[in-house]
């Protein structure tokens, strides 16, 4: 099956910087997610970007799906953004989530 | 907005018994999902539900799961008799086609 890895692992940053969060699959996928999972559980929908470019607010993500990766930018980092980051792919209607990424903000 | 909903928001049962786990996805969304998070561990996909049928399911999906949607709005999960390794978060999404899923609070469900 896909293989879905991200990186880093964790991530702890100073309020108001930026940070680069990744992923890469192993197979080719007909839609990728981005979800940040806050401290309360609830997972939250940043963005579906199977290809291309998108940017939400302080947010953007690209996916390069031709060499199978992805990449969260979070800029000006704010303590509301701890959490877990995950990226989630699919191929048919099966999804894969990676591991996540764990981002702890320090005010 | 629209949402999806989940109910019990916990749910606490001895080993062996049943449990039903309930959403109510969104209401024009034709595709519906569970997942499952053992706690500090990834998200991981149980089943896909399109047309009244199981489109996808995964190897921890076996016989003692099911899922229903036994009326024009609800989604079900079964488990038929509980494990201590059921004991996770169950989270169900909807989405309109093959693009944005939309996850429900989740239900805490704690074996023992």
């Known amino acids: 099956g896909i293989q879905v890895e991200q990186s880093p692992p964790d991530l702890i940053l100073q309020e108001g910087a930026n940070s680069t969060l990744r992923c890469n699959f192993s197979?080719?996928?007909?839609?990728l997610q981005w979800f940040h999972q806050n401290p309360w559980g609830q997972l939250i929908n940043l963005f579906y970007?199977?290809?291309g470019t998108k940017q939400n607010g302080r947010l953007s993500a690209t996916t390069v799906a031709t060499e199978r990766y992805s990449l969260l930018y979070i800029s000006s980092s704010q303590t509301t953004d701890s959490g877990v980051y995950f990226c989630?792919?699919?191929?048919?209607?099966?999804?894969?989530f990676g591991a996540g990424t764990r981002l702890f903000v320090k005010a | 907005e629209p949402e999806v909903t989940q109910t019990p928001s916990h749910q606490v049962t001895q080993m062996g018994q049943e449990v039903i786990l309930r959403c109510v996805p969104i209401s024009n969304h034709l595709y519906f999902y569970w997942y499952r998070q053992i706690l500090g561990q990834k998200v991981e996909f149980l089943v896909s539900f399109y047309n009244n049928e199981i489109s996808e399911k995964s190897e921890i999906f076996d016989d003692q799961f099911s899922v229903e949607r036994p009326d024009g709005s609800n989604f079900t999960l079964k488990i038929r008799s509980t494990k201590l390794e059921d004991s996770a978060m169950y989270f169900c999404?909807?989405?309109?086609?093959?693009?944005?899923?939309?996850f429900g609070p989740g239900t805490r469900l704690l074996v023992l």
């Open positions: 999404a909807s989405s309109i086609g093959v693009e944005t899923q939309y």
């Open positions: 197979d080719s996928v007909n839609n």
């Open positions: 970007i199977p290809s």
């Open positions: 989630a792919v699919g191929k048919g209607f099966k999804t894969i």
